[in-house]
């Protein structure tokens, strides 16, 4: 089955950057396109920036355009997201999903069908 592990989560001050990676598995990584999305505690999750399948084509939240940027290695089977000028408001947990068929650039919840356990990020002011 596929499983989907991210890391590189953790404590930065206010204005650094954090670069995550979420690692997958269970099927053939190049053919799907990947997404990140993030959760604050008691709202609901919310769209970050997708991947389609070769990396070609990004699209991104437009609260997050310009600070994170979604990349992918297929030769590693690993997304990333590198995220620059963090914020006290970015503090939450991330996480990394891809849908089961093979749809172009998902940007919806219901797009997706597996996840990550996501990975906490903590911005202190």
């Known amino acids: 089955q596929v499983q989907l592990v991210e890391s590189g989560g953790g404590l930065v001050q206010a204005g650094g950057s954090l670069r995550l990676s979420c690692a997958a598995s269970?099927?053939?990584?190049?053919?799907?396109?990947m997404g990140w999305f993030r959760q604050a505690p008691g709202k609901e999750r919310e769209f970050v920036a997708a991947i389609n399948w070769s990396g070609g084509s990004t699209t991104y939240a437009n609260s997050l355009k310009g600070r994170f940027t979604i990349s992918r290695d297929n030769a590693k089977n690993t997304v990333y997201l590198q995220m620059n000028s963090l914020q006290p408001e970015d503090t939450v947990v991330y996480y990394c999903?891809?849908?089961?068929?093979?749809?172009?650039?998902?940007?919806?919840?219901?797009?997706?069908?597996?996840w990550g356990q996501g990975t906490q990020v903590t911005v202190s002011s």
């Open positions: 999903a891809t849908p089961q068929g093979r749809v172009g650039l998902p940007t919806k919840i219901d797009e997706y069908n597996y």
């Open positions: 269970g099927r053939t990584f190049s053919s799907y396109a």
